[in-house]
């Protein structure tokens, strides 16, 4: 957590020129969902932002299927 309060993203992906998705767990108990996407709305051009109900940090492997389902729909947009 110390890390990602440090963390100054927006110097890199400010730079970014494709769509991102921005997959969060609602139940991220170490990078609040709340935090990230007003941290990465604010330098991200075309962020599209998905949150999974009730899904703790690691959400790709406890929710695996909500997971390749965002991004198989974000990949055909």
């Given at each position: 957590m110390t890390a990602w309060a440090?963390?100054?993203p927006?110097?890199?992906l400010?730079?970014?020129t494709v769509p991102a998705l921005l997959v969060q767990a609602e139940a991220d108990a170490f990078i609040p969902?709340?935090?990230s996407t007003a941290r990465l709305t604010?330098?991200?051009p075309a962020l599209t932002v998905a949150t999974i109900p009730e899904?703790?940090?690691g959400a790709p492997l406890?929710?695996?299927e909500q997971w390749n389902e965002l991004l198989l729909k974000f990949s055909h947009t």
């Open positions: 440090g963390a100054a927006g110097e890199h400010t730079r970014l969902p709340d935090e604010a330098v991200v899904a703790p940090h406890t929710h695996h």
